[in-house]
């Protein structure tokens, strides 16, 4: 079964930085997009950041000009850096892939475990 491990959640200060990682294993054949997700406390799960095969990224507005998603399609590894970080951006950080596998003729959405970030004032 593919599986999606994320890391590199903590507690920082305002103004610092954190850089996620999430690595996907298993029999993959492909990964089409991968993206950042967040919930916060009493919030639903919204967007942060989304790329492509190609390298096309899209994030959201709250985050822009601070946090930075790329990946390392040799290590099927996508990353988040997160800067200049705001209280306000303390919450869970989930992983998602669309992966099809190898067998498969169907891509599928996954999930990592999720990840926590937590920014104190």
């Known amino acids: 079964q593919v599986q999606l491990v994320e890391s590199g959640g903590g507690l920082v200060q305002a103004g610092g930085s954190l850089r996620l990682s999430c690595a996907a294993s298993?029999?993959?054949?492909?990964?089409?997009?991968m993206g950042w997700y967040r919930q916060a406390p009493g919030k639903q799960r919204e967007l942060v950041a989304v790329?492509?095969?190609?390298?096309?990224?899209n994030n959201a507005d709250s985050v822009k000009g601070r946090f930075t998603i790329s990946r390392d399609n040799a290590k099927n590894t996508v990353y988040l850096q997160m800067n200049s970080l705001k209280p306000e951006d303390t919450a869970v950080y989930y992983c998602n892939a669309v992966i099809t596998r190898v067998g498969s003729l169907a891509a599928f959405n996954y999930w990592g475990q999720g990840t926590q970030v937590a920014v104190s004032s």
């Open positions: 298993g029999s993959i054949l492909n990964i089409n997009v």
């Open positions: 790329i492509t095969g190609g390298g096309t990224t």
